[in-house]
Each structure stands twice: as C-alpha cells, then as structure tokens.
C-alpha cells in the first residue's frame, strides 16, 4: 500500500495518494468513497499535487484516465 495524504482546504476531496509501480491516483473523497486512477503518468500526478483545487484537476484532467470505485 502506498502512502495517503490528507487535502487541506479542499470541500470534495480528503486524501490523495500515488503509487508509481502501477502509475495508480487514487482519492479518498469527502464523504470518504475511495477512487483509483490508472495508468497516470508520474508528471501528472506531480501536477495534482501542485494543483491550487484538487476537485478541478480531477474534473479536467484525471477523468480521462481508466477510473473506478478504489478498494484501499
């Protein structure tokens, strides 16, 4: 399991964690569903946690990668 890190300051989104082995976001959302991103390349990753609103990064951009319900 790879390490997750809580998103202050944000209403939708609580935690956020990578795993490069599998290049795998995945969000733990505010009302605490877990979700997975793959195959997010490691510089896209490094941009959502620069990203000043975590909610919008994950609308235009990790959206468009293969997602689904997380199981961590």
């Keep these: 399991m790879f390490e997750m890190f809580d998103v202050a300051g944000s209403s939708r989104i609580a935690q956020f964690g990578y795993d490069a082995d599998t290049a795998t976001v995945c969000v733990r959302f505010a009302d605490g569903t877990p979700w997975c991103y793959r195959g997010v390349p490691e510089e896209v990753w490094e941009e ?15 959206n468009h990668y293969d997602n689904g319900r997380g199981d961590f």
């Excluded at 959502?48 to 990790?62: D, E, H, I, Q, T």
């Design 48 to 62: 959502f946690v620069r990203a000043p609103s975590k909610g919008r990064f994950v609308n235009y951009a990790l």
